[in-house]
């Protein structure tokens, strides 16, 4: 990896020392991002500067709603501000998901007796759980990643969204979510009263994940076929992922065996749901670090321009370079690849499928990319319906830019390389034709 060191004759011989020691600090910054992450806590220093800067998102939005007058919340005295919140969000209530591991802010109050409750649509995810304080929410910003929020579960007159920063940060900023404010969907070996067993090991969920590897400490319904999970179990010590019986829990349309539901809004833990929130997680992360690192590439290559005395604007080889690398897992991702294939139909136990697939943009043909499979992998049609979210639409012109050369590269064919190897003559043209159709691509 070479740095970009340049002696320019236009250098006063003066200030030849400043700016040369200038010049070296920056461009160890602008070095070729191929193996650079982000270190935790530099979304914290400009341009990002997380914590300091004022959220633009749909919580944010409500919260000036309710300040004005103009929207209320009401209360249950069964669920708090949920139900109410929900509908403000338009987050469907078919979209809940059970876990009853102790992995989240209120772990005192959850088990396999008390399981979390979650909700999500494409920029939002509301966490319910039983007696709790607090609703946990964490949301899509344009800007700023993953923002998350609490919502004081009891009576107010202008109910009052705090942000939360250090306490969620821990889990929610580091190596495990690509080192930016964002999501983390484990599977875990719990135990009787929730607790992870974590001699026995943890996963890391997205797309890619192995359904053997999938699904520990939550609860799941619907119909998998012959696909083994680790959800519906408990673990004791002694046992590993070695020792799993695999055919418990299996294929259950109803949790009534195992758990009362009926202090929650829907009766089941939806499978299909599970495999869009273990998409979609992963899909706001890798567009947070693309948005991130685009926007870190571009601060230093100023902070470079400036010192060298370079007009605004100058490409740096070096900022290219951490573009592409910011931009191809985020594309890789998008398309699909290295995705677990089903090797048996998968059909959910509630109407989230219906309703999801219901929100989709169409095309002239009426294909959407929320049209599921569920035969041999997720989607029909194989690229993320995240592109149609705020987070992706705000990405930075030189990252927007980059990942549509790519995506007419790919989608026309040209691009044969393993990664995209996936994507059959058909896929790539049905893609096209519903990105051109709903103006992502020209």
Known sequence: MSLEIVVRKSVCSQNKFIQAVIFLVLCILAVSGHSMQLIA?????????????EPNNPISKLQQALKSSTKSLDYSPLSGYLASLLKALDVPENSQTLV?????????????????????????YIGYTQAGEVLEISVADPR?????????????KTPFFMRQTDSCLLCHGGSQTLSVPGHLMRSVFADADGQPLLASG???TDQTSPFAERFGGWYVTGNLGKQFHLGNKIFTKQQ????????K??????LDTLVDTSPYLQNSSDVVALMVLTHQSEMHNRITRANFQTRQALHYEDALNKALGEPTGHRWPSTTSRIKSACEPLLEYMLFTEETPLNSEVIG?????????????????GRSLREFDLKTRLFKYPCSYLVYSDSYKNLPREAADYILKRLEEILAGNDKSEKFRHLSPSDRTHI????VDTKVIH
């Open 349 to 365: 136990s509630s109407t989230f499928a219906k309703t999801f697939a219901s929100r989709g943009q169409l095309d002239r043909k």
């Open 144 to 156: 700023l990643g993953t923002v998350f929020y609490s919502l004081d579960q009891e009576r107010s």
């Open 432 to 435: 096209r034709e519903i990105l």
């Open 240 to 247: 590993s992922h070695r020792d799993v019986d695999w055919s």
């Open 100 to 124: 009853f591991s102790k992995t989240s802010l209120q772990r005192e109050r959850i088990s396999p007796d008390r399981p979390r409750a979650l909700y999500f649509n494409d920029d939002l």
């Open 249 to 254: 829990g299996m294929n259950l349309k109803l």
């Open 202 to 204: 943890s996963f890391r």
């Open 41 to 53: 806590d530099d979304f914290d220093r400009e341009p990002i500067r997380y914590r300091d800067s």
